[in-house]
Nanobody, 128 residues
């Protein structure tokens, strides 16, 4: 049974930083794209970042929604079956529950979690 467990959320002031982690168990995702989505109160879940198996957060294997480019960095440690999201220069509009996702597929420029592998989420609250 696949499990994704997020950690690292919390309360931070605007301009601050947080690092989210997501550990996977039940199978290895070293050759699959992993990523993060978020859902703010009253809004739909949206894509945040993804990292393919061939790249690290600083290479062409990383993908971001425009609103976090230059502030967030996604990375992975395949030996640990873990993906990270370093979030810097946080803004109040980044407040959301952040969900880890595994085995993502890109279609028509959108990211899909076709296998429906989700973590339970970790809350990030950014105060102004």
């Amino acid at each position: 049974q696949v499990q994704l467990v997020e950690s690292g959320g919390g309360l931070v002031q605007a301009g601050g930083s947080l690092r989210l982690s997501c550990g996977a168990s039940g199978r290895t995702f070293s050759k699959n794209t992993m990523g993060w989505f978020r859902q703010a109160p009253g809004k739909e879940r949206e894509f945040v970042a993804a990292i393919s198996w061939s790249g690290s957060g600083a290479t062409s294997g990383a993908y971001y929604v425009d609103s976090v480019k230059g502030r967030f960095t996604i990375s992975r440690d395949n030996a640990k079956n873990t993906v990270y999201l370093q979030m810097n220069s946080l803004k109040p509009e980044d407040t959301a529950v952040y969900y880890c996702a595994a085995d993502l597929i890109n279609g028509g420029g959108r990211w899909y979690n076709v296998m429906n592998y989700w973590g339970k989420g970790t809350l990030v609250t950014v105060s102004s």
